[in-house]
């Protein structure tokens, strides 16, 4: 079996340009995918995730982070998981409940100081390093920051 029998043409959905891709199913699930699934070239590719990382950042700034540092395809990736990461806080955040005002004004420290160390965190790295972080272990970091706090 050659490559050639393996690639196929397809149509960019966004600017019509042709290109071949190469697929690996037999020869009529093949023509079907190449017909039927949304393909991008890679520039369009690269502009989308240009595009949507861009605006993570902008929003992301908006709300105290930090421009991150990494090479591109990194940062893009880093976006990503940094929305999903502050979705997971926010989460968790409300779904908080407390006995009393005390314990509120306690947890919103923690929050804070919490959100302080994620605000100083511009290496794209740390993030990707720290994406499979659940809302657990955030509830768990939390926790040990209002220790701290309390015994401060
Ligand atoms: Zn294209």
Redesign the pocket.
């Known amino acids: 079996m050659t490559d050639d029998m393996n690639t196929y043409e397809v149509k ?1 959905r ?2 019509r ?1 042709k290109f071949n891709v190469q697929l690996f199913d037999s020869h009529d699930k093949n023509l079907f995918v190449a017909d039927k699934k949304d393909w ?2 890679d ?2 590719k690269k502009d989308y995730f240009d595009k949507q990382t861009t605006e993570l950042s902008k929003a992301h700034k908006s709300i105290g982070f930090q421009e991150l540092n990494g090479s591109e395809k990194m940062i893009s990736w880093a976006e990503k998981i940094r929305a999903e990461l502050i979705n997971k806080v926010n989460y968790l955040k409300e779904s908080l409940t407390f006995k009393d005002d005390d314990a509120k004004a306690l947890s919103d420290k923690a929050f804070e100081a919490f959100f302080a160390k994620w605000h100083n965190a511009t290496e794209a790295k740390w993030w990707i390093d720290n994406r499979r972080m659940n809302v657990r272990d955030i509830s768990n970091q939390i926790a040990a920051i209002s220790e701290e706090i309390k015994k401060a």
């Open positions: 960019c966004t600017c340009t991008y070239c520039k369009c």
